[in-house]
């Protein structure tokens, strides 16, 4: 079995100051699946994901025919899949972070992973649209005052990485306590740690989960100074970026 990831660091992106001094304050506003299907930031780089929430698909080969009133599809007139959201899941509240963590790195430091490493370790570009302001959280405090937290409100909290997954293989449906922490392969950037609170309310609405100040694990960046205060250092004494240099093959002019 292998280990699991671990995780260094968390960061929290916003496009108001106020709004993560907000956060800071220990105020975390945990949306809908559907706000993470209908998104779209200021910029337009980020675009809301339509599988959010997602199930499982049922290949349109194995569907006969649907009926809505009395209007009936044949599946061979459908040209998807027919994608499944259970209608109890969409009431769930889901907050969102960035994680710097080993999710996906090998076990050792070679000339093959070691630009998927650095990127690894760094905020990446496609995310610079979500905002300026980046939090930089310490993450083993800040899981457990949301665990303290969860407890004394009786909310079902649920923590975890999210896997990303591709879509043309997707053949088979998710784990009902999956479905929430997995996303498309092409929003692995993201490289999400979730905390998910499962709620049966009337109708899917956003929840402000209060777990009290976090002024004293967390500190204000942006998102090229946080990047920038990355180092590596290997233990030979060579930097990350040399070790990239060094194991890089260089071609003879032809």
Request: proline share 6%; aromatic share 10%.
């Amino acid at each position: 079995m292998s280990a699991s990831p671990v995780l260094f660091v968390l960061l929290k992106v916003f496009d108001k100051l106020e709004y993560a001094e907000v956060f800071r304050a220990g105020k975390l506003y945990m949306q809908t699946p559907h706000h993470f299907r209908e998104y779209r930031d200021a910029s337009g780089q980020l675009r809301g994901d339509p599988f959010e929430g997602l199930a499982g698909v049922i290949p349109a080969s194995a569907i006969g025919e649907i009926r809505v009133g009395s209007h009936t599809v044949k599946g061979s007139q459908l040209v998807e899949p027919l994608r499944v959201y259970p209608t109890h899941l969409q009431h769930a509240n889901i907050f969102c972070t960035y994680a710097i963590s080993t999710a996906g790195l090998g076990p050792a430091l070679t000339p093959h992973n070691a630009r998927d490493t650095k990127r690894a370790f760094s905020l990446q570009q496609q995310c610079l649209g979500l905002g300026n302001h980046v939090v930089v959280i310490k993450p083993e405090p800040f899981i457990q005052r949301m665990i303290d937290a969860s407890r004394r409100q009786d909310l079902p909290l649920h923590l975890r990485l999210v896997e990303y997954y591709d879509e043309k293989k997707l053949d088979a449906f998710f784990r009902e306590d999956d479905v929430l922490f997995r996303k498309r392969e092409c929003f692995s950037f993201l490289r999400e740690y979730r905390a998910v609170i499962y709620r049966d309310t009337a109708k899917p609405q956003v929840l402000e989960f209060d777990i009290g100040d976090l002024s004293d694990i967390t500190s204000i960046t942006t998102p090229n100074d946080f990047n920038d205060s990355i180092s590596f250092k290997l233990e030979d004494g060579r930097t990350l970026d040399q070790f990239i240099k060094d194991t890089t093959v260089q071609r003879e002019p032809a």
